[in-house]
């Protein structure tokens, strides 16, 4: 059994999510990519890192976003650019590609409409196959990325925290680095979330959970922590002070791309 890593989580510092000057700064590109699981063309957006060329290989995070987003939420909400723009400037980040998804597997991906709908909700599951089997590939095609699972990572907020822990722990074979902020009523039930307990222990290189007290969805960190602590699973735990909000995520991506990939 690993040990749980005793790490002292320090809060982002003031300025962790502004521009701030650097010499150089990562880059967005906006893809389209044939999901063969949907049958129509997606979107996702890529960040290369500053620096970033074409003769290096890099690890990639997959970022995923909640029920009221899209592709673009990080980036209208959460300032991922500014956060690993100064992550990089200060060298507390690996090198990496971050991958941010739309996680609305259907035909019609836009958060409209009656977000809460049967087939809304199936399509955050959907999304598995379109991840595996559709987006990963392109990303893999396309970038110089690195494809083993420690050089693969997946988060995200809320539907997509659930995600993460759903997807990455079902696929410990393809990612060695899990983040969930706030995860949703989508995350898997303890059990049924890690099967085999010391098989996942022994894979997961990091397996993050943070959630605000003040969330209404606490108690869907609180049932999956209490299974951590009771079972051993190496992982690390932040309970922030906020609510389901954005204060939580910028600090949830702010600590996790810290930890990924070292
Ligand atoms: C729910 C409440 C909230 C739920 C999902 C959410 C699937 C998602 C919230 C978010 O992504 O912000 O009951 O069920």
């Known amino acids: 059994m690993k040990k749980v890593p005793l790490d002292p989580i320090a809060p982002a510092p003031a300025g962790f999510d502004l521009d701030q000057l650097h010499r150089t700064n990562g880059a967005i590109d906006v893809i389209t990519y044939d999901s063969k699981t949907v049958g129509t063309k997606r979107h996702a957006l890529v960040y290369t890192p ?13 970022l995923l976003h ?16 500014a956060i690993l723009d100064n992550l990089h400037a200060n060298k507390q980040i690996a090198e990496c590609i971050v991958v941010f998804p739309n996680g609305r ?18 399509a955050f599951t959907t999304f598995e196959q379109d991840l ?17 699972r420690e050089n693969r990572a997946i ?11 759903n997807i990455g722990l079902r696929h410990l074979e393809r990612f060695a680095w899990v983040g969930a902020f706030s995860p949703a009523p989508n995350t898997l039930a303890p ?3 890690i099967p085999h307990v010391d098989e996942a222990s022994e894979r997961i290189k ?5 959630c605000g007290k003040a969330d209404d969805l606490y108690y869907v960190s609180e049932r999956t922590l209490a299974f951590l602590v009771e079972r051993h699973v190496p992982h ?10 954005w204060t939580v995520w910028k600090s949830g991506l702010y600590q996790f791309a810290q930890r990924i990939f070292q």
């Open 155 to 165: 988060a995200g907020l809320s539907m997509g925290g659930g995600q993460s822990l």
């Open 50 to 62: 500053p620096g970033f060329s074409k003769d290096n290989s890099y690890p990639v995070l997959y």
């Open 66 to 81: 909640g029920i009221g987003g899209d592709e673009y939420e990080w980036f209208n909400h959460g300032r991922p650019q």
């Open 105 to 122: 597997a259907m035909v019609n991906d836009r958060a409209e409409g009656d977000l809460f709908a049967p087939d809304k909700i199936a």
């Open 236 to 245: 690390l735990w932040l309970e922030e002070s906020g609510g389901h909000d």
């Open 132 to 148: 595996l089997h559709d987006l990963i590939p392109y990303i893999e095609t396309r970038y110089p990325v690195l494809t083993d």
């Open 191 to 193: 059990a049924e979330l």
């Open 206 to 210: 990091l397996l993050w959970l943070s």
